[in-house]
């Protein structure tokens, strides 16, 4: 399977991270699962609700960086139907 890596930001990054993961659009998990939508807790129910918390670490791992990850581009990696943050 292929991979690809770009720069991105927020919500568009999102919609992206999921449709890797999934291959469905992100609009059918506005409010899904732990993750998905708006906070987030407990554990994921799926492999979706687990695409959005990877989000939210990679939100928290920029955060901790020094980046505003709402703002500031960064990356991700879709590899295999799997999302990574970049380093």
């Known amino acids: 399977m292929g991979s690809w890596s770009r720069p991105q930001r927020s919500?568009?990054?999102?919609?992206?991270?999921?449709?890797?993961s999934t291959k469905v659009s992100v609009l059918e998990y506005t409010d899904y699962g732990c993750y998905c939508g708006l906070g987030g807790s407990g554990w994921p129910q799926d492999k979706t609700d687990w695409c959005c918390h990877h989000h939210d670490c990679c939100y928290g791992k920029a955060e901790v960086a020094g980046c505003s990850p709402k703002l500031?581009?960064?990356?991700f990696v879709c590899k295999?139907?799997?999302?990574?943050?970049?380093?």
Do not use: H, R, S
Not at 72 to 75: A, I, L
Not at 80 to 87: F, L, M, T, W, Y
């Open 11 to 20: 919500l568009i990054e999102l919609v992206e991270a999921v449709q890797c």
């Open 72 to 75: 500031d581009p960064y990356n």
């Open 80 to 87: 295999d139907k799997q999302v990574e943050c970049g380093k």
